[in-house]
């Protein structure tokens, strides 16, 4: 038989579990990036030092990703609905759930508690091999590194069903399902300048957003702020006064490779000067903090405290630099969609011979920069369409714009430009090819067109002759004439 393997790809963050293994599943898809990017900003650490779990903040993400379908189901439930947790798995594997539960380590052949110590820990299951007699799980099995493996079935049946709950607090609240989600998601630049804002600002961002469930958060800290943390949690270690955790560190580092691929991710899709060079002064704060991280691990291995008075210099370093970047990040980034300044048709007096019955779909909306606003024609309209624009004075353009979202479905497929001649005379100038999209979704796609200089003229018009209409109608969200 074909062993049953959910999609999983090695995730950027391996910091804590419920990162990785969402990141593993929808990292499979390219689509889900510019999600990834508007969220693993911020940072948040609790008040206790003896707690020092500096994470991501990420409230509620397996809950809200738009990527994931997400539920929850009580161990008693299913006990008492399935004979074996086993088959359970396997039901929930062939219909595309991947399976998150508690389970005793103590009897998972992979884990380093293996019949050493009963040890209550989270695994992700995403397959199964009848014929090898094995599940395929996730976690950090050995050595604090997540991985990829193979545990056999009776084994995880045993180390769910002696799980000892009474002494042991299910944080999952049961066994969790979920699967990957094909959707939609809608970037929002203004979303990561306010994350950054808050990090660089050191802003409660969960008392900011008010989320009820997270009101013990009152005295975290946030955002540049942990370096504080951090450096008081350094000096208590090159002391001997509290517990090592490598984590703290890690996270720091997988904050700043993210940080870096976001920037690059930004610069790659024309919302930040790439010539400014941001994305190489952040990767440079990447190999330092990596190599912070890596002397933690040494000063570990070694017990070398001196080591630890290094790190402090370095961490006071970095603090300095990535504040002066993400300053300079947030001053350089750009909203405007691609909009370029000195839009003549911003200028004009604009009519469609086909308008929308929702009258706020209006044609005034594709000449002000607001890509949340569409003209829209009616359903089902009568082609040509013709769109216009007058001018009090005479204008010399040579070059015509227009954004769509959704463009397969909603984008003009086929126009002509045609001028105003000083007889009043409307003259084509213009036919273009047909027009191919390649996104139905919240992707801005970008038509330009340029003609020979028009010198002197009153008014353009875009005669419509054919548009993708399979939701009814045609959608414009901007239109753009300029002379370049």
């Known amino acids: 038989m074909t062993p049953k393997v959910l999609p999983m790809k090695y995730p950027t963050i391996t910091s804590y579990p419920y990162h990785a293994n969402l990141l593993a599943v929808i990292s499979n898809n390219n ?20 707690n020092m779990r500096l994470d991501f903040y990420s409230s509620l993400l397996w809950k809200s990703c738009p990527y994931l379908y997400y539920q929850r189901l009580s161990r008693n439930l299913i006990n008492k609905k399935w004979k074996c947790i086993s088959e359970f798995i396997i039901d929930c594997i062939d219909s595309g759930q991947y399976v998150y539960f508690l389970a005793n380590y103590f009897f998972i052949p992979v884990s380093r508690h293996y019949k050493n110590r009963h040890y209550a820990h989270d695994i992700f299951v995403y397959g199964y091999d009848r014929d090898e007699n094995v599940f395929f799980v996730a976690d950090f099995f050995k050595d604090g590194k997540y991985s990829f493996e193979k ?5 995880l049946i045993d180390a769910y069903n002696n799980l000892n709950l009474t002494d042991n607090f299910d944080w999952l609240n049961g066994v969790e399902l979920i699967s990957f989600r094909k959707n939609i998601f809608r970037f929002n630049l203004q979303t990561i300048i306010d994350y950054v804002s808050d990090y660089i600002n050191s802003e409660n961002t969960s008392k ?17 702020d942990v370096y504080k943390k951090v450096a008081y949690y350094t000096q208590l270690l090159s002391e001997s006064k509290i517990y090592y955790d490598i984590r703290p560190f890690q996270i720091l580092f997988d904050h700043k490779v993210i940080m870096t691929q976001r920037i690059q991710y ?7 000067n790439k010539e400014l060079g941001l994305s190489e002064k952040y990767k440079d704060i990447q190999t330092k903090m990596q190599i912070v991280r890596n002397k933690v691990l040494i000063a570990k291995e070694k017990d070398d405290k001196d080591v630890y008075i290094d790190i402090l210099d370095k961490l006071s370093t970095i603090k300095e630099l990535e504040t002066s970047v993400l300053k300079e990040l947030i001053k350089n980034l750009k909203i405007t ?36 606003s569409v003209y829209a024609s009616n359903i089902n309209p009568t082609f040509p369409v013709y769109i216009t624009l007058h001018w009090d004075n005479e204008k010399s353009f040579n070059t015509i714009m227009i954004k769509t979202r959704f463009a397969q479905s909603l984008g003009i497929t086929q126009f002509d430009i045609q001028i105003l001649s000083r007889e009043s005379n409307w003259i084509t100038h213009k036919s273009t090819n047909l027009i191919k999209y390649s996104h139905d979704d919240y992707t801005i796609e970008t038509v330009k067109i340029k003609f020979e200089s028009v010198v002197n003229s009153k008014g353009i018009r875009l005669k419509i002759n054919e548009a993708n209409r399979n939701w009814g109608r045609f959608e ?5 004439v300029y002379k370049d």
């Not at 003549?344 to 594709?366: G, M, V």
Request: charged share 25%.
């Open 151 to 155: 545990v056999d079935i009776q084994s």
């Open 208 to 224: 900011k957003n008010n989320v009820p469930s997270e009101h013990y958060k009152h005295c975290w800290s946030y955002g540049i």
């Open 476 to 480: 414009i969200n901007w239109l753009g």
């Open 31 to 50: 689509e889900t990036l510019p999600w990834f990017y508007s969220n693993y900003i911020q940072l948040e650490v609790p008040d206790d030092i003896y």
């Open 266 to 272: 930004l610069e790659d899709n024309d919302y930040l």
């Open 337 to 372: 969609d691609g909009i370029k300044d000195d839009n003549i048709a911003e200028s004009a007096r604009i009519d469609a011979t086909s308008l929308s019955l929702n009258k706020h779909n209006n044609p005034l909306n594709i000449i002000d920069k607001d890509m949340d």
